[in-house]
C-alpha cells in the first residue's frame, strides 16, 4: 500500500516513523515550510522533514494547497506531485494546512486523520492540553476519515489512555504519539485487507479544543486551587503558566492543592508560608483553596525546586503573586 504522509511536529514525526518500520511505501512526505526558530531565528526544518530527508523520502512544502488562494503555484505543484504518487490513502497528523476537497477526494482511500482525542470531544487545534486542563480522567487517540469539516469525519479506528493525575501536556503528547503511531498501522492493515470499518461521530458530546494563546499563561489567583493546578500541568510546556512577582513575571511549573488552613481573611494570590517543611511556597487562591508551589523559574534561569528557588529570590508571607497594589514596594 502506498501512504503519503503530511504533518509537521514532533507527534506527526512519531507517526511517520511507525509507519516506516512498518514496511509502507512512503512515497511523498508533505511539511510545513522551515521557519525561523532558535536565538539566531534561522529556519529550521521541521521533525517531520528531517525525519523523512534521512530516510530518504521525498518531501513538499507547499505553503497552500487552495488552489484559489494566495499560493497557487504551490498548490498546483503539489497536485501534480501527489498525483504522480498514485498513493491509496494519505496519513495526516498534525500537518497544520487545511486540506481542501481535491485533496481529499485524490487517495483511493481518502484521507486518514491520527487526532489526539476521543472524538466527539476535544475537535480542534489542542486537545491534549484541553483535556488536562478540563480535568478529563482520560483521552485516547482516534483515527479519522477526513471530510470537510473540522475533525467532524468518522471514527475508524479508537483507543483509550488514562490521564494520571500528575499528568502534563509534555508527557501525555509522548504517550498519544506512540500510541497514534502504533494505532494508525493496524488502521492501514486493516484497509489493506477491507476490514476497515467507519463509525459516524455521535452528535452528543461535541466540544472544541480552541488554540493555545500566550494571553492564558497568566495564572488568574482568583480561581479555585484546583483550576490553577490543572492549568499549570495543561501549559507544560507551552506556553508555562506564570504570575507577576518582584516585577518579573515567574513560570510554575509543577504545584499541588494544599489543605492549610491559614487561608481564610487572605487576599487571592497572598503567599501564606514559604519554604515549610514540604520545601513549598503556599498561595491563597479563590474559594479560601491554597495552592503550594513545588517547581518555579526565573526569566533566563532553570526549572527549579521550591528550596533552591527561594535561596535566589527572598519572599516572606504575605507579599502577593499576580499584579501588586500599587504602594507595595518591589519584591528584591
Not at 488562494?69 to 494519505?90: F, H, I, N, S
Not at 473540522?150 to 489512555?161: F, H, I, P
Not at 509522548?174 to 455521535?202: N, S, Y
Request: with cysteine; charged share 20%; glycine share 10%.
Amino acid at each position: 500500500m502506498k501512504a503519503v504522509f503530511a504533518g509537521t511536529p514532533e507527534f506527526a514525526r512519531s507517526a511517520l516513523a511507525a509507519l516506516h518500520a512498518a514496511g509502507f511505501d512512503i512515497p511523498l512526505v508533505l511539511t510545513q515550510p522551515d521557519r525561523p526558530a532558535g536565538r539566531g531565528m534561522k529556519l529550521q526544518p521541521s521533525p517531520v522533514k528531517q525525519f523523512a530527508l534521512a530516510h530518504g523520502m521525498a518531501v513538499a512544502q507547499p505553503r497552500s494547497l487552495r488552489r484559489d488562494g494566495k499560493y497557487p503555484d504551490d498548490a498546483e505543484a503539489a497536485r501534480q506531485a501527489l498525483q504522480a504518487t498514485r498513493a491509496d490513502v494519505m496519513v495526516v497528523a498534525a500537518y497544520g494546512l487545511i486540506l481542501p476537497q481535491w485533496v481529499l477526494d485524490l487517495p483511493r482511500l481518502g484521507c486518514l486523520n491520527i487526532h489526539a482525542s476521543l472524538l466527539p470531544r476535544w475537535r480542534g487545534a489542542a486537545p491534549i492540553h484541553r483535556a488536562i486542563e478540563a480535568g478529563d480522567a482520560e483521552t485516547g487517540i482516534t483515527i479519522m476519515q477526513m471530510d470537510a469539516g473540522l475533525d467532524t469525519g468518522a471514527m475508524l479506528l479508537t483507543e483509550r489512555l488514562p490521564i494520571g493525575p500528575r499528568a502534563t501536556t509534555a508527557g501525555l503528547h509522548d504517550a498519544l504519539a506512540a500510541l497514534g503511531g502504533r494505532l494508525i498501522v493496524e488502521a492501514l492493515e486493516l484497509a489493506a485487507c477491507g476490514g476497515l470499518a467507519a463509525t459516524p461521530q455521535p452528535a452528543e458530546g461535541v466540544n472544541y479544543a480552541h488554540k493555545i494563546e500566550k494571553h492564558e499563561a497568566a495564572i488568574d489567583w482568583a480561581l479555585p486551587a484546583a483550576v490553577i493546578e490543572r492549568r499549570i500541568r495543561a501549559f507544560d510546556p507551552f506556553p508555562g503558566a506564570s504570575t507577576a512577582l518582584g516585577g518579573e513575571t515567574i513560570k510554575i511549573w509543577n504545584s499541588e492543592i494544599d489543605s492549610y488552613s491559614g487561608s481564610v481573611g487572605a487576599d487571592n494570590g497572598q503567599i501564606l508560608s514559604v519554604n515549610d517543611e514540604n520545601g513549598g511556597l503556599r498561595v491563597a487562591c479563590g474559594q479560601a483553596s491554597v495552592l503550594r508551589l513545588i517547581e518555579l523559574q526565573r526569566p533566563g534561569g532553570k526549572r527549579l525546586p521550591a528550596r533552591e528557588f527561594l535561596r535566589g529570590f527572598a519572599l516572606a508571607p504575605g507579599q502577593r503573586l499576580g499584579a501588586a497594589p500599587s504602594n507595595e514596594a518591589p519584591l528584591p
